[in-house]
């Protein structure tokens, strides 16, 4: 698929990952529709003025049904049709299993997982209908290896595995291609409030020995964007970590 003046809507993008592969796409001329609970700042949307593409921002809660059609409805009435498709949001509650609620449980799958659902379910009738579109979600290699005090992350991200490889199957047919990328850690905020202790813990687990960084995810968004015979496929970004 041609990237240029394509559509792009990214779930979650007002920062990290999301806002990478957000500039990454516009970069390479695609038409941006930012993505977040609040309301899209001026600042934020000012910083792509740059690629002299188009972009816009779309707030609501991907959890939510009807709020997800609400958003690919409002993008394209402001744009056109959504061509490319990122389920990005996420959140983490980390617990220990024999500690963790019921809450704590259902409201990570309520954003990770049904909500990458719903924003699919909202996208895919008008992407069949022009037989065009490219899905990306986002997972992690946690839910393709599991860790301590994540069963409700690693739950939410294989199930995203699993509705990746499913859809992908149903509308392969129709030109329309859903992937998965499966980041390790990824130097952000989080990381770099850590003590080099912990950072050096946590990159003895990486054969590579490093963390990855934005820009090497949003450079593998745009490749499976891009690609026309890749479908149903999960890639990892860890430096290894879960390699066979």
Do not use: C, W
């Not at 779930?11 to 001329?29: K, V």
């Not at 498709?85 to 990570?108: P, Y």
């Not at 409030?193 to 054969?207: F, Y």
Request: glycine share 10%; net charge neutral; no cysteine.
């Amino acid at each position: 698929m041609e990237i240029t003046n394509k559509n792009v809507f990214i779930s979650g993008s007002t920062r990290g990952i999301g806002l990478a592969i957000a500039h990454h796409f516009a970069a390479n001329g695609a038409n941006i529709i930012l993505n977040g609970r609040s309301e899209i700042a001026a600042d934020l949307l000012a910083s792509f003025d740059q690629y002299g593409v188009k972009v816009t921002g779309v707030s609501g809660d991907v959890s939510d049904f009807d709020d997800a059609k609400r958003m690919i409805d409002e993008a394209t009435t402001t744009l056109g049709s959504v061509d490319i498709l990122i389920n990005n949001a996420g959140i983490t509650a980390d617990k220990l299993m024999l500690k963790m609620t019921a809450d704590d449980f259902e409201k990570v799958l309520k954003i990770n997982l049904t909500g990458a659902f719903n924003m699919t379910q909202a996208v895919l009738k008008p992407m069949t209908k022009a037989r065009q579109g490219a899905i990306i979600n986002m997972t992690s290699v946690v839910g393709l290896m599991g860790n301590i005090g994540q069963a409700n992350y690693a739950a939410s991200k294989a199930g995203l595995i699993g509705l990746t490889k499913s859809v992908a199957r149903e509308v392969a047919g129709r030109n329309i291609r859903v992937n998965a990328i499966a980041p390790g850690f990824i130097e952000s905020d989080m990381t770099d409030v850590l003590s080099d202790k912990v950072k050096d813990t946590m990159k003895a687990q990486i054969p590579m020995k490093r963390f990855g960084n934005t820009d090497e995810i949003a450079t593998t968004a745009l490749f499976l964007a891009s690609q026309e015979y890749i479908t149903g496929q999960t890639i990892a970004i860890d430096g290894g970590m879960s390699m066979q």
